[in-house]
């Protein structure tokens, strides 16, 4: 073949790049999706098979990019060049969000932060404990992990949290941790972390905005559940 030649999949790849720059990932498949990726690490050579192997050694596109890079690097046809790609772009992804979060202006939008949150802690396989630190302008200005457990818990305290709020000089914090089971509901001792902390965050002047569990593709909210209301009336009546 001739320096100039092109590859047999050349024109579907130049296909690919133009679908995406004109219309992003709507109009993809995952096996497209994959394809498009290992292709920016793979000179020359059609990547159809690969992606499709991917998808059927881990059955979708979120396991692929969560998955370990040797697990990657045992799909024929992925070579170190596609693992570190294909482990790229959640942690690009990952950093952009937490930016954007970090200089997004007034904490407005809880789909933002629970776009943030669901990325990068549904692939833990560790509970993690992680708190957003709040100005009195609710611009979150930090985002700190406290505790990581083991796989059915966490170990953290309220006034660990308080400590950390009032270090930060916040007016407000919101909380959340992970289920590695992937279920988000929440479990007693959830309920009973969330009340004590409500009430030790209130005692010194700082708002718990929200605690969200979050689990495989879903989220829980205290504060859309009605549950942080409840604790706030009994704040009230307890300090009447």
Known sequence: MSAQAK?????????????????????????????????????????????????????????????????????????????????????????????????????????QAAEYLELTMRPLNREVFRVMVLDAQRQVRAVEDLSSGTLTEHVVYPREVVAKALAGGAASIVCAHNHPSGSTKPSRADRDFTRRLYHACAGVGVELMDHVIVGAGALYSFAASGELAAFAQEHRKLNL
Do not use: M, W
């Not at 720059?21 to 098979?49: N, S, Y």
């Not at 499709?52 to 040797?70: C, N, T, W």
């Open 7 to 111: 590859h047999p999949g050349e024109g579907h790849r130049a296909r690919l790049r133009d679908k995406f720059l004109e219309h992003g990932l709507v109009k993809f498949t995952d096996d497209e999706v994959l394809e498009l990726l290992l292709t920016l690490a793979t000179p020359r050579r059609d990547c159809k098979q690969q992606a499709r192997a991917l998808l059927a050694a881990f059955g979708s596109l979120q396991a692929v990019l969560d998955a370990e890079p040797k697990d990657l690097a045992q799909v024929k046809g992925i070579g170190p060049k596609n693992v570190l790609g294909l482990k790229l772009v959640p942690a690009v992804a990952r950093r952009y969000l937490k930016d954007r979060l970090l200089r997004g202006g007034a904490y407005k939008d809880a789909a």
